[in-house]
């Protein structure tokens, strides 16, 4: 079945870039919407971006234009970059798939998710 | 942004115990919205979809209702493995927004 796996490093320094891969295994990424989202240490989540399978992307505002997303539909994988990062920056980051039921959208399909901190 | 604000942000219940859970957005959302379930340490799990449709796979005790402005996810008799933190989803505009969770414990 398709699985997703998060991965890049758990620790980044304030102010540099915090950069994550989600790999998507066991079925194709094309045709589908991706999305990350971040869950702040014991706080509730926040939806950061979508791209799909074609490139276009949404971001959300409240990043003030600090992130960036990319696919790479050979390797299977889409990725996340968020600048000049801080210490609020520090959560669990999500990478899910956006599925079309009976023509509502949903997350149907995430991965483990993996913990960034933010510190120097 | 549509805020999303769900009710009660904790709970105490028993095990077999009828819960119901509420989600109010700050403008109409027709009925785009989902719930989802968080355990300890895991991701979320869809649910709800499209405020009333139970995801493939979930258990038929969870259902959830409403339109607009106002929806419900209700457990009509909770089991152990329910004891879980449940979010709703606005998915009728971009940002989405989630609900800030309800923390579902044991009595």
């Known amino acids: 079945q398709v699985q997703l796996q998060e991965s890049g490093p758990g620790l980044v320094k304030p102010s540099e870039t915090l950069s994550l891969t989600c790999t998507v295994s066991?079925?194709?990424?094309?045709?589908?919407?991706w999305s990350w989202i971040r869950q702040l240490p014991g706080k509730g989540l926040e939806w950061i971006a979508y791209?799909?399978?074609?490139?276009?992307?949404n971001y959300n505002p409240s990043l003030n234009s600090r992130v960036t997303l990319s696919v790479d539909s050979s390797k299977n994988q889409f990725y996340l970059k968020l600048r000049s990062v801080t210490a609020a920056d520090t959560a669990v980051y999500y990478c899910?798939?956006?599925?079309?039921?009976?023509?509502?959208?949903?997350?149907?399909?995430w991965g483990q998710g993996t913990l960034v901190t933010v510190s120097s | 942004a549509i805020q999303m604000t769900q009710s009660p942000s904790s709970l105490s219940a028993s095990v077999g115990d009828r819960v119901t859970i509420t989600c109010r957005a700050s403008?109409?959302?027709?009925?785009?919205l989902g719930w989802y379930q968080q355990k300890p340490g895991k991701a979320p799990k869809l649910l709800i979809y499209?405020?009333?449709r139970l995801e493939s796979g979930v258990p038929s005790r969870f259902s959830g209702s409403g339109s607009g402005t106002d929806f419900t996810l209700t457990i009509s008799s909770l089991q152990p493995e329910d004891f879980a933190t449940y979010y709703c989803?606005?998915?009728?505009?971009?940002?989405?927004?989630f609900g800030q969770g309800t923390k579902v414990e044991i009595k």
């Open positions: 066991g079925g194709s990424i094309s045709t589908y919407y």
């Open positions: 403008q109409g959302i027709r009925n785009d």
């Open positions: 899910a798939r956006t599925t079309n039921i009976r023509g509502y959208t949903a997350y149907d399909l």
């Open positions: 989803l606005q998915e009728y505009n971009y940002p989405r927004t």
């Open positions: 791209i799909y399978s074609s490139g276009s992307t």
């Open positions: 499209g405020a009333s």
